[in-house]
């Protein structure tokens, strides 16, 4: 009889692992996007995020977005810089309202509706961030252009979880 404690330690743990082996491989695509928005990444990670929130719950979604992004910036040696706390504003930001979302709203917004709205909070929270650090208003006018991108990413990452949770969802026994 196998206990169910172990059994959500173990898919979180592979969720981290997986989510931590998306972001890295994510740095290696060169994307010709960055002569227009510089840092634009296709979020493949919160494909890893959307299925844990629809598969555990919103605290172990923030755990393992937290964890993926220490570990992702310990290993790319880019922790406690800005890079660091854009990704890790991002990743809490996006996952805390895909949570909240699936939870309260999943009956009004499809998973795809979910992860728009988790992409679009993504550059929003990374723009925050960046004001902080510049404190320049002017920032903000990046925006339209990270709307434009964030778009295709969230109906990707959207359509790519709805896909990976109707195949494999997590057996609770």
Known sequence: MTNPRTNRIVYLGLATGMALGLHIFEAFIPMPTDLM???FKLGLANIVSLYVIMNFDLKDAVLVSILRTVLGSLLSGTFMTVTFFFSLAGGLVSA????????????????VGISLAGAIMHNLAQLTVAYYVTRAAGIFAYL?????FALPTGLFVGLVTKRIHKYMPVSRS
């Open 144 to 148: 339209p252009y990270m709307l434009f």
């Open 37 to 39: 928005v510089p840092g």
């Open 96 to 111: 805390l309202v895909m949570g909240i979302m699936y939870r309260y709203t999943s009956r009004y917004f499809s998973v």
